[in-house]
């Protein structure tokens, strides 16, 4: 079933070495999120009114009711770059994790399900993004309950949240290697246009290859040690 260029895992391991404190990714992606917001948010007021359900099948419906359930929420007390260093730092998220978080939103936003960021869901839709994210890329996480707490959620909240979450990606949280790397060079070219160059995908890359080279030496004393 594993494709050449599906990602692994083992893959997105991040050695602590190349762990990026405060990420540039985090403030890459909290200025995309912004413009995302601010753009939902005008749209959404455009369109306020135009939100009937009349005929709608049960499908239909139960996605709508998946939706607002991270409706409701109160609105960050923080700036999104803080809240997104949150988990960086409280829960050991990698970059990698915040590129995969951002293209499920990205495909959530696609599906045309209704699920855009704003200011009233922000909160509980990152929280979820992250921890899916998170369980996807990485071989151990903190639990359910850590991440909750880190987002300033009640377990049990997030516990259903993330469950609306799989519901509304129809469970399809593959991220290939090829479309993972298109969205680093997207934040690449965000960063370039604000300045200073950095590139996201290379620093990645590079702590994939540590990351591998690690595990190769592992694997060789467990097999000395095993002669």
Excluded: W
Excluded at 46 to 55: C, L
Excluded at 95 to 103: G, I, L, R
Excluded at 110 to 124: D, L, P
Excluded at 199 to 220: D, I, N, P, T, Y
């Amino acid at each position: 079933m594993e494709s050449g260029d599906e990602l692994s895992t083992d893959a997105f391991a991040f050695p602590s070495s190349a762990a990026l404190s405060p990420p540039v990714v985090i403030s890459v992606l909290a200025s995309i999120l912004e413009r995302h917001i601010a753009r939902n948010e005008r749209a959404l007021a455009a369109a306020s009114g135009d939100d009937a359900a009349d005929g709608e099948d049960s499908a239909s419906a139960a996605t709508r009711r998946r939706v607002r359930a991270f409706d409701g929420g109160t609105e960050l007390d923080m700036s999104l770059g803080a809240f997104l260093e949150r988990f960086s730092r409280y829960a050991k998220v990698s970059p990698a994790v915040y590129v995969v978080a951002y293209a499920y939103l990205d495909r959530l936003r696609r599906r045309g399900g209704g699920v855009r960021v704003v200011r009233a869901n922000a909160q509980r839709l990152l929280t979820a993004a992250i921890l899916v994210a998170s369980k996807f890329v990485e071989d151990r996480n903190y639990s359910n309950s850590h991440f909750a707490a880190v987002g300033g959620l009640a377990a049990a909240e997030l516990a259903a949240l993330e469950l609306d979450f799989l519901f509304l990606m129809e469970f399809r949280l593959n991220v290939c290697a090829t479309v993972f790397q298109s969205y680093c060079r997207h934040l690449e070219r965000e960063v370039s246009h604000g300045g200073g160059g950095y590139r996201v995908e290379r620093h990645l890359e590079k702590a994939l290859v540590c990351a591998g080279e690690a595990r190769a030496r592992q694997a060789q004393h467990r097999h000395a040690a095993a002669a």
